[in-house]
């Protein structure tokens, strides 16, 4: 049987659980109902397993294995009334029934210990562990394991669902316990301590939270707080035993997710698929009643959601016990590459994807391997601390023989296992101070530049200061660039050539570092001026040409128009101010060039010959064929271009220009530099002479992005003539009709492509026209009933055009 989609349960349904109601999802418009939490103290286990040599209390093991042998007893009060049979069961997988003997009782209220505790061995081949308390009845034995052997997919599944909610609880419960730690601390703290939290514990962060009043601060955070934990790869894999198809009706519906991370997180997910798992297993002599489990340092304690019944049904209590299988370490790594500086006592190791590490005791005994470019080693102590981020050292800091960059690798033990994490650099402050990389340490006033620095721990680096004669410090931008180089940037924009001093400090340390250096003046390399004759541009080549103020050339004053870079060359445009042209060309000046510091400047200068001038001659635009079934559009005009149309233009070649067939037109919108077309002798560029060319252009053939006003040039040669308007590139939309019925106020346009209409009217003048909006993805078109007849439409590709579209 297939589960009814999400967007179609919209009745509530009720298991029996005791008090707790669940509501089936609702549509996400209507809300939905929350789980009962599980919020009230259950009885409590102490719990150890001993592996080998090895003893660890059970909150310490994160999967157990064949042939740990357990140790099961109830923590219950001396003035228990009720009395509960403690049970054990070991399971191998949903289609196969656990044996007699792997099911076990203990009396908690008898005397002897051997009586009233479990002392386990795990069997070959068991997969899933689930521990039962019950109260005592007659027969209850039998009833149980009866229930277990007969379904143990449901028992399987419950083990997997209740593992994987008490580790999200656990995330859960560490975030809050964090935040109520701070919640009477300095005010901007909360602010900044949260969202470190939320992302080691990988719990759902409400940002919004923050900017509210320090005060409420902390209680909107927790808000809603069982549906703040989000997916978590590694307890989700601890938790994920179940092998084998599910049977029955309960299974399918327990294997269905109603809800993805964004709505309801997965740990209210577990809670309700374990609710459908008991409703539809229980039996009018129990209820089973889940439990979560609460991790201490002797054992675990209960979580309830429900009162439990000592009348029938009676309520039992299931506790979910660690998968048996092979130990899944931690999936540990370092966030970032940056290296991390272990000046301070409490330095942080920056780790992520492992939230279980800051919200149990799995990970114990984690600790720091130091190995010093000299070889010595040494072992520090490590305290996960989910609101700073990762591991912080617990002791003062790094020994004192290491300096400078040092090597380690975090360890430590996993259960019983040993497990690896990952590798860091660490840096300490050394007195090697530090020098200039490369060769060139030339610092040019004017202008921000760039230095890097070599030293032997730039993570350390708390400030760095520009100091220069007598004035006061500056400080200066700088990052740290791999492990021994610092990035600087020194502002001379307003200093003057001379001394000046790089003082670098480091944390801890009292005297920074200082570096002398020496800034110049750099005024601007001239390579050439390339002027043409009868123009008003030129372009001045060389270095540092952003110092160029001005230039006279043949009576001309040119200002900058536009600097750019190719590789260590710049390239400055000029444009003349007035309406004069250059000179003749072959004639010989001398252009004076002012630079912004007062300097002038000569360079001899040869006026180039004039570049090749062409003009329009004519142009013919044929339209397409019209539409089978559709309208016509009217293009009115003769620089109309329709997509679908072609254009034939003919240039002539100015004086002093011979048109040749190596020559070029290139075609490109006017509004922005998208690449142009370019047409030659092999693709619709003919030459009827010296002096004329004719040229094919399809706009079928173009690029995409070519469409609205179009201009052309001509290259001949290594040079090319001015841009010059050719036409305007329409892209139509197709018309499938136009409806206008009786005495209708308005007409509907339907069709394709509607989007590339700006607007349409009932007058050429587009009077009281009715606007299309940008980017509409509609077929129809509400448009004003015509006056004549007709419509008119404005394109978006050719504003200034009106085309007419017939009505009738």
């Given at each position: ?37 599980f919020e009230m103290p259950g009885p409590a286990l102490d719990i150890l397993v001993m592996r080998g040599d090895q003893s660890l209390p059970i909150a310490q093991v994160p999967s157990l294995s064949e042939g740990d042998r357990l140790s099961v007893e109830a923590d219950l009060p001396t003035d228990q009334g009720a009395r509960f049979i403690l049970v054990s069961a070991f399971l191998r997988g949903a289609t196969n029934p656990p044996p007699k003997d792997w099911v076990q009782f203990a009396e908690t209220w008898k005397k002897k210990d051997k009586d009233k505790a479990l002392v386990l061995t795990v069997p070959k081949g068991a997969r899933q562990m689930v521990l039962f308390l019950v109260p005592d009845t007659g027969g209850a034995e039998s009833v149980l394991s009866d229930a277990v052997r007969g379904k143990p997919g449901e028992f399987v599944r419950a083990t997997q669902d209740l593992n994987q909610a008490s580790l999200d609880r656990s995330r859960l419960d560490a975030f809050m316990l964090a935040i109520k730690a701070q919640e009477n601390s300095h005010p901007e703290y909360l602010r900044s301590v949260a969202p470190t939290l939320a992302r080691s514990l990988s719990i759902k962060l409400n940002e919004d939270c923050l900017s509210k009043v320090v005060e409420m601060q902390a209680s909107c955070l927790l808000d809603n707080r069982e549906s703040l934990v ?579």
């Amino acid at each position: 049987m297939t589960p009814m989609p999400i967007n179609r349960m919209t009745r509530a349904t009720r298991c029996a659980w005791g008090a707790m109601a669940l509501a089936i999802l609702t549509p996400l418009s209507l809300g939905a109902a929350e789980p009962a939490p599980f919020e009230m103290p259950g009885p409590a286990l102490d719990i150890l397993v001993m592996r080998g040599d090895q003893s660890l209390p059970i909150a310490q093991v994160p999967s157990l294995s064949e042939g740990d042998r357990l140790s099961v007893e109830a923590d219950l009060p001396t003035d228990q009334g009720a009395r509960f049979i403690l049970v054990s069961a070991f399971l191998r997988g949903a289609t196969n029934p656990p044996p007699k003997d792997w099911v076990q009782f203990a009396e908690t209220w008898k005397k002897k210990d051997k009586d009233k505790a479990l002392v386990l061995t795990v069997p070959k081949g068991a997969r899933q562990m689930v521990l039962f308390l019950v109260p005592d009845t007659g027969g209850a034995e039998s009833v149980l394991s009866d229930a277990v052997r007969g379904k143990p997919g449901e028992f399987v599944r419950a083990t997997q669902d209740l593992n994987q909610a008490s580790l999200d609880r656990s995330r859960l419960d560490a975030f809050m316990l964090a935040i109520k730690a701070q919640e009477n601390s300095h005010p901007e703290y909360l602010r900044s301590v949260a969202p470190t939290l939320a992302r080691s514990l990988s719990i759902k962060l409400n940002e919004d939270c923050l900017s509210k009043v320090v005060e409420m601060q902390a209680s909107c955070l927790l808000d809603n707080r069982e549906s703040l934990v989000l997916a978590d790869v590694h307890s989700s894999s601890l938790a994920e035993t179940l092998t084998g198809a599910p049977t029955d009706l309960a299974m399918q519906l327990a294997s269905t997710r109603e809800a993805g991370y964004g709505f309801y997180s997965p740990y209210i997910g577990v809670v309700r698929d374990i609710a459908k798992i008991f409703g539809a297993f229980s039996s009018p002599q129990f209820d089973y009643l889940p439990t979560l489990s609460v991790r201490k340092p002797e054992g675990i304690s209960l979580l309830l959601n429900a009162a439990p019944s000592f009348q029938k049904p009676k309520s039992v209590m299931v506790v979910a016990m660690p998968a048996i299988e092979a130990d899944s370490p931690p999936r540990l790594r370092r966030a970032g590459d940056a290296p991390v500086c272990a000046a301070r006592a409490g330095t942080v190791l920056p780790v992520e994807g492992a939230p279980l590490i800051f919200s149990t005791a799995y990970a114990r005994d984690v600790k720091l391997a130091l190995k010093a470019p000299s070889g010595e080693t040494a072992d520090l102590s490590l305290d996960a601390r989910a609101d700073r981020g990762g591991y912080v050292l617990t002791g003062a800091g790094l020994p004192p023989a290491f300096k400078g960059s040092v090597e380690g690798h975090v360890y430590g033990r996993w259960g019983f296992d040993r497990f690896e994490g990952p590798d860091f650099m660490l840096q300490m402050p050394d007195e090697g101070g530090w020098q200039v990389d490369g060769d060139d340490a030339a610092l040019v006033v004017g202008r921000d530049n760039g230095l890097v620095l070599k030293g032997g721990a730039p993570a350390c680096v708390e400030s760095v200061m520009l100091r220069q004669g007598d004035g006061a410090p500056r400080p200066m931008d700088w990052k740290v660039q791999g492990r021994d180089r610092l990035a600087l940037t020194v502002p001379l924009t307003d200093r003057k050539p001379g001394a000046l001093s790089i003082e670098v400090k480091y944390q801890g340390v009292a005297q920074p570092a200082a570096l002398s250096l020496r800034s110049y003046a750099q005024a601007s390399r001239l390579d050439g001026l390339l002027f043409h004759a009868g123009d008003k541009a030129a372009l001045l080549s060389g270095q540092r040409l952003d110092q160029v103020e001005s230039v006279e050339a043949g009576g001309l004053l040119l200002r900058p128009d536009g600097l750019t870079r190719d590789g260590a060359v710049d390239r400055l445009r000029l444009v003349a101010q007035g309406d004069k042209g250059a000179g003749e060309a072959g004639s010989e000046m001398a252009a004076r060039i002012r630079l912004r510091d007062g300097r002038t400047v000569t360079l001899a200068v040869t006026m180039a010959a004039a570049r090749p001038q062409v003009g329009l001659l004519s142009k013919d635009i044929s339209l397409g064929a019209p539409p089978v079934n559709g309208k016509a559009l009217a293009l009115n005009g003769d620089n109309l271009l329709p997509d679908n149309g072609q254009l034939v233009f003919s240039v002539r070649a100015g004086e002093g220009t011979k048109l040749s067939a190596s020559d070029v037109i290139e075609v490109a919108r006017m509004d922005e530099d998208a690449a142009p077309i370019r047409l030659t002798a092999a693709n619709g560029l003919r030459l009827e002479g010296p002096k004329v060319m004719v040229a094919r252009l399809d706009p079928k053939a173009m690029a995409p992005a070519l469409f609205g006003p179009l201009h052309f040039r001509l290259l001949h040669g290594n040079e090319a003539s001015d841009w010059q308007p050719l036409v305007t590139l329409a892209r139509l939309p197709q018309i499938d009709a136009v409806a206008c019925e009786g005495d209708a106020q308005a007409c509907t346009i339907r069709g394709r492509d509607l989007f590339l209409i700006d607007a349409v009217g009932a007058t050429s003048s587009l009077d009281q026209a009715s606007q299309v909006a940008q980017g509409y993805t509609g077929s129809a078109l509400k448009a004003p009933a015509p006056l004549d007849g007709k419509l008119y439409l404005r394109l978006r590709d050719a504003p200034d055009s009106v085309v007419t579209l017939p009505a009738a």
